[in-house]
């Protein structure tokens, strides 16, 4: 949580940045990113816009990590030949985690790679959070680390036919997973209060789930196969379907905006979906991305749309895409009324978000700060009286560097960058 607000002050440097009424998405053309030869693309780890690590199948490839640090225009192969990578995570710092058969970790974006994790299984999903937990789901169960890959104990154990495809934290000691039974009815949606020591299901046992996610009222939504996308308002007593006849495998969830990437295996409609009302309505947002069998997407800090399809890109179109411009970049109708400073810019102990009077009374404004490798590293939500304007963020814990700064005030949404000194 950042620091309490501090008394206003008269500051040298004040970065102004005006803010406009109305929030345009811009996601309305796709550019193809294109990968080695060498790859056959199973899983990707996009952290900004030009970082971005890729995965590769053994099949008809030889597998391995790849990674671009300019956007995809070169790529250079960082290691783990011969194995599939399933997934990737992004832990804390210059961590990063693969799934393969095992858990492989780097400490440095990749340089270098150790073996974590002693189970001989193919890991599907892997969650670093806090300084030192690390989960894993895999055929039969979920593993855990709570030493940072230095010892490991079985947090979940199911059928060898059942597989956790998804594992989502939403605080110190609450983690929720999904998975999918393919002989047994031991999958569904599992929620942990104790930090993985007890799971108990809580809906939607026998279906196939493939992703989840909380929206700012926290509904709990699950992709799955066959079955598209089910929301619970009460902890999972009911379920209902705001997604229906999709293969839904991805999930983006910014509060009340939904993105949801689903394959065209079960239903002929697949691409990517999109809702600006918690699911009430839909439209799609495939646009020119050829290749519809959706895989994977994801939303980086600075706002890039990524998509993955399924791999088979030689016949069903690229694989690898991103949105041309930002998912929300602001519209210019000169209005001043509309205005919010930050400041003072460079920072060091702490910034101060100035909103005009006109523009906001008893608005709930949430605040998250990213770093460059596209990793939530601060949130708070703040209500601010009718008469006080100007929260103090403490950044005292910050290193020097650039950060993303987003504001979510109301319905509209903000991205600014700081600088740290």
């Known amino acids: 949580m950042f620091g309490v607000p501090i008394s206003k002050t008269t500051l040298a440097i004040i970065f102004t940045i005006v803010l406009f009424n109305k929030t345009c998405r811009s996601q309305d053309y796709y550019e193809e990113i294109v990968y080695p030869d060498s790859i056959n693309i199973i899983s990707m780890l996009p952290l900004n816009f030009d970082t971005i690590f890729i995965g590769g199948s053994t099949q008809y490839a030889t597998g391995g990590v790849y990674r671009s640090f300019d956007s995809g225009i070169t790529w250079e192969y960082v290691g783990l030949n011969g194995l599939s990578i399933y997934c990737m995570s992004h832990g804390n710092g210059d961590t990063i985690y693969a799934g393969t058969i095992g858990v492989y970790r780097s400490n440095n974006l990749g340089e270098s790679w150790e073996r974590i994790s002693p189970i001989e299984q193919n890991v599907i999903s892997i969650s670093g959070f806090f300084p030192d937990d690390i989960f894993i789901g895999y055929w039969g169960g979920i593993m855990r680390s709570l030493d940072n890959g230095n010892t490991w104990d079985t947090s979940l154990v199911l059928s060898q036919n059942t597989v956790i495809n998804t594992i989502l934290p939403v605080g110190e000691n609450e983690i929720y997973a999904g998975g999918t039974a393919y002989t047994a009815q031991d999958a569904g949606v599992f929620k942990s209060a104790d930090l993985g020591e007890i799971w108990n299901y809580i809906g939607l ?80 947002r495939t646009y020119n991305i050829t290749n519809n069998r959706i895989k994977d997407i994801v939303i980086t800090p600075d706002q890039f749309l990524y998509s993955l399809s399924r791999y088979e890109s030689t016949v069903l179109g690229p694989a690898l895409n991103r949105s041309v411009n930002p998912v929300f970049i602001n519209e210019s109708n000169q209005d001043k009324n509309v205005l919010v400073q930050i400041f003072p810019n460079p920072a060091s102990d702490f910034f101060q978000i100035s909103i005009n009077q006109k523009f906001l009374l008893e608005e709930n404004i949430k605040i998250f700060i990213y770093n460059q490798k596209g990793q939530m590293l601060e949130s708070d939500s703040l209500v601010l009286p009718p008469d006080y304007f100007c929260p103090t963020i403490n ?18 949404k903000y991205l600014l960058k700081l600088v740290v000194i």
């Open 205 to 284: 046992v026998g279906y196939n789930i493939q992703s989840l996610g909380f929206n700012s009222n926290q509904d709990l939504f699950a992709g799955c196969f066959y079955s598209g996308l089910l929301k619970t308002s009460n902890g999972g007593l009911t379920w209902e379907t705001v997604l229906p006849n999709r293969d839904a495998v991805s999930l983006v969830i910014e509060f009340d905006e939904i993105y949801v990437g689903c394959e065209n295996q079960s239903f002929p409609n697949g691409g990517i979906y999109y809702s600006p009302d918690n699911g009430l309505t839909w439209e799609n």
């Open 395 to 412: 950044i005292t814990e910050l290193t020097s560097g650039i950060y993303y700064v987003k504001l979510v005030i109301g319905k509209n």
